[in-house]
């Protein structure tokens, strides 16, 4: 309870309910605030999850390097889909991440990393790149996984490995990699056939971006898909790992049965994305690959 002495009567003086209920709420979103400044890789705020509003900050353990100041004025993140599950993402200084390798023409000028959300010949094709730039794998080859959170160019990577097993022995089949540029943070699920643990949706903070696979066999199937973009609340959902526009179709179809019915079909595999000119939640854009490849 907060209470003063009044010089004037000597006596305590206890403020109305009503002052002491709003100065202690001004303490704890204080406190709030202060949290996920100190600790947030991702902008913290209110995020829309399972159709309510709750604030979300990232709290992973407490590790890792500083978190990244929002951004003054407004910064562009590029994002360009190149084939299957790979994009390359451009920061505001010029920095280049590339995700998956795939079979397409090697970038050039080389990008300055490259991640690895799993070691199937169709998302790890690191060979023009060896040797060349820093590649981030989320496990080893013996499946165990490997910490990741990291600067580079100011494009921040962290690893969510998800894995079988339990401590004692994990085996990592895929890997979720966040990536923060710009104040946009991007989520790449990778060949996720199940989604993020409670705790990880919990940690992920504001997603913008979520990178999803659609194949819908192979990967998550369709419906359950839809429910993790219902519970990831990013402003824009974007789909890989497929082949199809049928498949896209299918998704968008999962997606209306969830409550989301907008979706885009962009004629350009690229995507400027800016804080200022984000869409509210969630917005399903289909990008064309930048290069035909199977």
Known sequence: MISVISPAWGRIYRPPMGRRLIFG????????LFASLSEAICKPGLVRRDGRFMPVAWNYGGRGVPAVAPPKGEKVVGLRYLAHSSFLITGPGGGRVL??????????????????????????????YEGKTKIFYGASMEGKPITVDT???????????????DSKSPFVINTI??????????????????GPSEGQIRALGKIHVLLLPIDGSLTVPHEIGAKIVKRIGP???????????????????????????????????ELNLSLRRLPPPTLFMVLPPAENVP
């Not at 709420?25 to 709030?32: H, R």
């Not at 959300?117 to 094709?125: E, F, P, R």
Request: hydrophobic share 45%.
């Open 25 to 32: 709420l001004a303490v704890f979103i204080s406190v709030f």
């Open 99 to 128: 995700t998956d390798p795939y079979w397409n023409n090697p970038l050039n000028p080389v990008p300055n990393a490259v991640s690895v959300s799993n070691l199937h010949d169709t998302h790890a094709q690191t060979g023009p």
């Open 151 to 165: 600067l580079i160019r100011k494009i921040r990577l962290f690893a969510f490995p998800q894995v079988y097993g």
């Open 177 to 194: 990699f966040i990536f923060q540029a710009g104040g946009i943070c991007i989520a790449h699920l990778g060949n996720a056939r199940f």
């Open 235 to 269: 402003n824009i959902v974007i789909p890989m790992h497929y082949a199809g526009p049928e498949l896209s179709a299918q998704f968008a179809g999962a997606m209306k049965v969830e409550g989301f019915d907008r979706v885009k079909w962009a004629k350009s595999p």
